[in-house]
């Protein structure tokens, strides 16, 4: 299995976040990689291909040039403006307010959805990096790879076309999953009129957000995810299971949200019914948006999952036989992650 690294990813390393009200030190730390690449090294796997970043043009494919010229300068705009680091929203134009200024702070409140996405100095160029490992690791598969893993940080899955939250500024896994889609449908323009070509299958703890908005009306990508219900988890305005689709995606998204305490049997149960959608739509090219917060003991989630749980999602994802690129996205068990992360992609080669 190809490994791509995003190696600049220690760019991006915000002193803090304000979670339910309280500023606490940034979970998505640098230390993550780490932990991941030595597991990985000890587990026996391909040393690392560092990625080279992903362009200005490249980052079009599925954000909005507005937004990438905010992420691109917003640290330096906020500077300017006299402020101290790192860029935080403190308003948001909500319905009812109005959206005209764009001043730095204005600015911040309308591309940011929450406080758990600061910006500093180094966090685009840390995105860009980790968009490239998953744009490499797409490329990968066009060129005949069975396997790959894209070891992102900072992870993606939370920001949409023109939003960032959640630890999340680029959309790493749909950025491949279009690349993937670009090349296997060609001609055609209208989603409508395009064959299947990829699945996303996002195992985060989290509802994957940003990825469901940004293919919600396209049925060239099928979006599914498994995750927290969103009716008392983060991030609360997206991941209910009425969600389908809309337009030409009708029915080409899927949300399966799970109750608290959930464990490996009822969960590798909810994964049957996902891998079933995704060989009933019969894609070329298989997404996994991997998150490691399903774990028992992450400080952000409320499941179950075991180590062993991994091997086995790993094993019944690498039954569909598709060429499949892994993304890494959260996981916050620090001492657990390099071991889960290793026994999945072990799961999906075995
Ligand atoms: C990529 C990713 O996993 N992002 C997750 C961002 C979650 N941020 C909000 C979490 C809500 C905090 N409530 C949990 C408190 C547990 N003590
Ligand atoms: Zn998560």
């Known amino acids: ?28 730390t640098p230390r993550r990689v780490d932990i991941i690449l030595a ?30 010229d905010y992420l691109a300068h917003a640290y330096e705009r906020w500077q300017a403006a006299g402020l101290a680091g790192p860029v935080l929203p403190s308003a948001w134009p909500l319905p009812g307010l109005r959206l005209r200024s764009d001043c730095p702070q204005a600015a911040a ?27 490499a690791g797409a490329t990968a598969l066009l060129q005949g790879e069975r396997f790959a893993y894209a070891l992102c940080r900072p992870p993606g899955h939370h920001a949409a076309a023109n939003l960032a939250g959640g630890y999340c500024f680029l959309n790493n896994a749909a950025l491949a ?8 449908t060609t001609g055609d ?31 060239d990508v099928l979006t599914v995810s498994l995750h ?21 995606g009708e029915g080409y998204n899927l949300n399966l949200p799970l109750p608290a305490g959930i464990g490996d049997r009822d969960y590798l149960a909810a994964l049957v019914q996902a891998l079933q959608a995704i060989a ?32 086995a999602i790993g094993a019944a994802i690498g039954q569909l036989g598709l060429p499949t690129l892994v993304v890494q996205e959260g996981g916050y068990a620090i001492e657990n992650l390099g071991a889960n992360v290793a026994a999945l992609l072990d799961g999906v080669i075995s």
């Open 39 to 68: 597991a990985l090294q000890a587990a026996g796997f391909a040393p690392p291909v560092a990625a080279p970043p992903a362009t200005l043009a490249e980052l079009a494919a599925v954000h909005t040039p507005d937004y990438l």
């Open 228 to 248: 927290a219900d969103p009716a008392r988890e983060y991030p609360y305005f997206l991941g209910y299971a009425d969600e389908r689709g809309a337009g030409a």
């Open 280 to 311: 009933d739509y019969g894609p070329r090219y298989l997404v996994i948006s991997a998150g490691f917060d399903t774990f028992h003991a992450d400080p952000l989630g409320d499941f179950g999952l075991t180590t062993a749980a991994y091997r």
């Open 177 to 184: 999953a279009d690349r993937l889609a670009r090349a296997t």
């Open 1 to 28: 299995m190809k490994i791509f690294l995003s190696a600049d990813h220690h760019r991006h390393d915000p002193p803090f976040e304000i979670l339910d009200g309280q500023p606490v030190p940034y979970f998505e």
């Open 109 to 135: 409140g309308r591309y940011a959805f929450d406080l758990s996405a600061p910006i500093t100095a180094g966090t685009f160029a840390a995105a860009q990096a980790s968009a490239g490992a998953a744009l």
């Open 189 to 219: 323009t209208t989603w409508a009129l395009r064959a299947p070509a990829v699945a996303v299958l996002d195992i985060d703890y989290h509802h994957g957000n940003g990825t469901q908005s940004i293919f919600y009306e396209r049925n």
